[in-house]
């Protein structure tokens, strides 16, 4: 599994669930745009960082997730 997130809590959480990582952070744009709601910054970045590790690892699943305070 590749988590796609520099989040060391997310990477802690998982890997107390028993699962092997490889810890692959993007970088990428997180601003958001001009009306987006919360719901679709989180979405849009989540994929954006998916989409960019993704072809450094193919074969492999990819797990990214976003958060936003409101």
Request: avoid cysteine; charge should be positive.
């Amino acid at each position: 599994l590749v988590l796609a997130s520099s989040s060391p809590r997310r990477k802690l959480l998982l890997a107390q669930a028993g699962l092997v990582l490889v810890v692959d952070a993007p970088r990428v744009d997180e601003g958001d745009l001009p009306g987006e709601t919360a719901r679709d910054f989180v979405l849009r970045v989540a994929r954006k960082k998916a989409h960019a590790v993704s072809p450094r690892h193919p074969g492999r699943a990819v797990l990214d997730a976003d958060t936003a305070v409101v």
